[in-house]
């Protein structure tokens, strides 16, 4: 039986990673995982080993200081490795995980969730069209491996992220076709009081702006792509202008393009949560269902801590803050020095999340949304399920996520719901009228990730397998 | 017109090139960066069948997630968008499997 150590945390992010620094500081002996090989994030995403050198961005310098700090640390990083289940015997947390298709079990003490955040896309016509990718997806693209998504892309979706993924693909040599945002410069007005507490950040965004309008790329505010054009590749997208409610209801625009980018927006990652037996909440303004933590990251389960944007999406600062913080009072918990600048840490976590809320809000769902899926949208991606075929599921009587899972399969294939149950749940409310708080996420269920079936039968051997002798003839 | 962010494109290097196949084709990679990376640069997308409707299917996340992604490698399903080009991998894309 190997020791437990104090403290494992999923995650490397600017939450997780963090949390690992202040907990190792205190004294803890802290294990830090995360799928990735190198710890970052999505937002402070390390380069490929293909990329030798490259011009430093805010983001590289963030996560390079973070990699140092780690380096230099009595952390234990451990790199591509999966976490697939989550279970609990007396105060000892189980964390299984899988690393080179080979299982591992890692005991702990405490657990600390910094999972991070998904990107949330409302279905359209075409979206699984090969040369579609994620908005969100494409910043890791061009983070990791500094690769544009196509020769000509349209990227589409709310929030910043639009403006940040269009610069970099034009600084990498690429084409913006057009940007396409839901998004109206009224929209961006509203936030901006909340914006002005990062200016650097506003400047920055700004320079995009200029940028991209100095070199002619259209940007289509109050739009929406309403239909992907192409079957086995893009040619092109059509663009919509949308009315008050979301809704597309205006002048039609074709684009041409071979790459699309396509985003609504992040939601916090709570499956891990749920299996260590979270309670969860609906918070539209956090990015939707989050399980209840503390600024602290402290949950009412003994020896649980969830931070960063796994626990509502307020950005990488406060996650910074979350995370340095959860690590502290976990630490603490177990016996070690609480550190003198956790009471001004915590009163400094409100104004970091300020930024992070402002973007956040720039991608709540509006009722007009559900008129982009049509009914022979696929809204399941891994089993091909169209909106008619939940649609009909609904009719039937179901009434849960859960229920739509058993009846249609929707969820149940290799991604495990994660790109269909928020638009379904969303999909379910709008239809029915009903309030997004009564429609929760299902059940659930290991694995967290997909596992080859070879770790479930940890050491199985054929010989091993006991044959009884052949019945009389 | 002096733009405003530099284009950036000269300064990245790029690790040496290696060779890798792709259903069976020839296409060269640099050394470290993902199989996706590499696939996109030579404009391969389509990447997949959906099993149930066999659909054609590309990267879609690049995290991970979805598994839209995957193809073969040594008869294992991997996801392209962490499986690293080494010289000589050879890649697969997974054909339908049909229901019945």
């Known amino acids: ?22 907990a190792a500081r205190a004294g803890a002996r802290v294990t830090l995982l995360d799928e990735q090989t190198q710890p970052g994030g999505q937002i402070w995403r390390a380069k490929s080993a293909a990329i030798i050198k490259a011009q430093p961005t805010p983001e590289s310098d963030a996560g390079n200081t973070l990699r140092d700090c780690l380096a230099n640390s009595a952390v234990t990083f451990v790199g591509d490795v999966r976490v697939w289940q989550i279970e609990r015997t007396g105060d000892i947390w ?8 080979q299982p591992g079990k890692i005991e702990a003490k405490a657990l600390i969730l910094a999972t991070g955040a998904r990107e949330y896309v409302q279905p359209i016509p075409g979206w699984t069209t090969p040369g579609v990718i994620g908005l969100a997806g494409a910043t890791a693209l061009l983070k990791h491996d500094m690769t544009p998504p196509g020769v000509a892309t349209v990227v589409a979706g709310t929030g910043p992220l639009v403006f940040f993924t269009a610069s970099e693909i034009r600084r990498l040599g690429g084409h913006v076709a057009a940007i396409v945002t839901p998004n109206t410069r009224r929209d961006w007005l509203s936030v901006m009081p909340a914006m002005l507490s990062r200016p650097d950040l506003v400047r920055r965004g700004l320079a995009w702006i200029a940028n991209l309008t100095l070199a002619r790329v259209p940007v ?44 609504n927006g992040l939601i916090p990652a709570v499956e891990a949560a749920q299996l260590a037996g979270a309670d969860l909440r609906y918070h539209p303004e956090l990015g939707g269902w989050v399980p209840g933590a503390m600024t602290d990251g402290s949950t009412k389960i003994k020896g649980l801590y969830i931070c960063g944007d796994g626990a509502g999406i307020r950005g990488a600062a406060a996650a910074e803050i979350q995370g340095k913080l959860a690590g502290m009072v976990a630490a603490n918990q177990l016996g070690f020095d609480l ?18 809320l402002a973007m956040t809000a720039l991608s709540l769902q509006k009722p007009g949304d559900q008129a982009l899926t049509t009914p022979e949208t696929i809204l399941c991606r891994c089993e091909s399920l169209s909106l008619a075929r939940i649609t009909a599921e609904i009719a039937k009587g179901a009434e849960s996520i859960n229920a739509i899972k058993s ?5 149940m294939g290799a991604c495990g719901g994660k790109f269909c149950h928020t638009a379904v749940a969303r999909m379910m409310a709008a239809s029915q009228g009903v309030d997004p708080a009564d429609i929760p996420p299902p059940t659930a269920r290991p694995p967290l990730r997909p596992v080859p079936a070879s770790v479930f039968a940890e050491g199985f051997d054929y010989d091993d397998l006991p044959i009884s002798k052949p019945a009389p003839l | 017109m002096t733009p405003l962010l530099q284009n950036h494109r000269s300064p990245v290097q790029r690790a040496p090139m290696v060779s890798f196949t792709f259903e069976g084709e020839a296409l060269s990679a640099h050394a470290g960066e993902t199989v996706l990376s590499a696939l996109i640069r030579a404009v391969h997308l389509y990447l997949r069948d959906a099993p149930e409707d066999g659909a054609a299917r590309g990267a879609f996340c690049c995290m991970g997630l979805c598994q839209e992604c995957l193809v073969l490698v040594e008869g294992r399903r991997v996801e392209s968008c962490r499986q690293v080009v080494h010289d000589g991998l050879a890649v697969e894309a997974l054909k339908r499997v049909p229901h019945d």
């Open chain 1, 220 to 263: 289509l505010w109050g739009h929406a792509i309403t239909r992907v054009e192409g079957a086995r590749a893009v040619n092109g997208v059509v663009a919509t202008k949308l009315d008050a409610s979301g809704a597309p209801k205006g002048k039609k625009r074709e684009i041409a393009a071979d790459s699309v980018c396509l985003g």
């Open chain 1, 407 to 411: 009846g249609t399969r929707a969820g």
């Open chain 1, 339 to 356: 550190a003198p600048d956790f009471e001004a840490l915590k009163s400094a976590h409100a104004r970091a999340a300020r930024f992070g």
């Open chain 1, 94 to 101: 189980q964390v299984y995980t899988v690393a080179d298709g």
């Open chain 1, 1 to 22: 039986m190997i020791d437990p150590c104090d403290i494992v945390i999923l995650g490397a992010g600017p939450a997780g990673a963090n949390a690992s620094l202040s």
